[in-house]
């Protein structure tokens, strides 16, 4: 950053690091062990899918790489917002394959040119009660926040809290609680 950048108040973009996402099998095991939170073997991957022959043969490739491995098939879906959704799933449950394909997601994306349509990733989890949080790992921040949804549009705050302090020292968590943004509906979750 320059002299003119920071008089400006100007910052440089936080390059994510797509590698973060590989953290997460190991902050599987304190969920699990201190929260009884477990794996669902689903995750998703959001973005802003672009209009156009180059984009259609990226996700063409995407989907042909990720349904090579026999497991289930990968799914396309689009939310109210005008994101589209690559949802992965496991079964049985193998949170470090749903994290591999995530990755390989991401990073296939980014290599043909449309990382800044990328908006996030999500991993789910479960306790036996059936409550369910998502880790979310912001493309743009290079950092994770939980979401925790508890009904019709409603959150459970204080569990979005307990996992955070339970993971700030595994995952770049988002120091910034405004952009912990809700992802409603969200495939895979």
Same mark, same amino acid.
């Given at each position: 950053?320059?002299? +003119?950048? #920071? =008089?400006?108040?100007?910052?440089? %973009? *936080?390059?994510?690091? &797509?590698?973060?996402?590989?953290?997460? !099998?190991?902050?599987?095991?304190?969920?699990?062990?201190?929260?009884?939170?477990?794996?669902?073997?689903?995750?998703?991957?959001?973005?802003?899918?672009?209009?156009?022959?180059?984009?259609?043969?990226?996700?063409?490739?995407?989907?042909?790489?990720?349904?090579?491995?026999?497991?289930?098939?990968?799914?396309?879906?689009?939310?109210?917002?005008?994101?589209?959704?690559?949802?992965?799933?496991?079964?049985?449950?193998? +949170?470090? #394959? =749903?994290?591999?394909?995530?990755? %390989? *997601?991401?990073?296939? &994306?980014?290599?043909?040119?449309?990382? !800044?349509?990328?908006?996030?990733?999500?991993?789910?989890?479960?306790?036996?009660?059936?409550?369910?949080?998502?880790?979310?790992?912001?493309?743009?921040?290079?950092?994770?926040?939980?979401?925790?949804?508890?009904?019709?549009?409603?959150?459970?705050?204080?569990?979005?809290?307990?996992?955070?302090?339970?993971?700030?020292?595994?995952?770049?968590?988002?120091?910034?609680?405004?952009?912990?943004?809700?992802?409603?509906?969200?495939?895979?979750?």
């Amino acid at each position: 950053m320059g002299f +003119l950048d #920071a =008089v400006l108040g100007r910052r440089k %973009a *936080v390059r994510p690091d &797509l590698d973060a996402l590989f953290a997460l !099998p190991n902050a599987a095991i304190s969920l699990q062990a201190a929260m009884d939170l477990a794996p669902t073997g689903r995750g998703s991957v959001a973005f802003r899918a672009p209009e156009g022959r180059a984009f259609a043969d990226v996700e063409s490739e995407i989907r042909a790489l990720l349904d090579a491995d026999g497991g289930p098939p990968v799914e396309l879906a689009s939310d109210d917002f005008g994101f589209t959704w690559l949802v992965v799933r496991t079964e049985p449950v193998d +949170l470090p #394959a =749903v994290v591999t394909d995530l990755h %390989a *997601v991401n990073t296939s &994306l980014v290599e043909a040119g449309f990382g !800044p349509q990328l908006l996030c990733s999500q991993a789910s989890f479960q306790d036996p009660a059936g409550h369910e949080v998502a880790l979310v790992y912001l493309y743009k921040r290079g950092t994770f926040y939980p979401f925790a949804p508890s009904g019709a549009e409603q959150r459970d705050n204080v569990l979005e809290l307990k996992v955070r302090d339970l993971l700030e020292n595994e995952l770049p968590l988002e120091p910034d609680l405004s952009r912990w943004f809700a992802i409603w509906g969200a495939p895979g979750l």
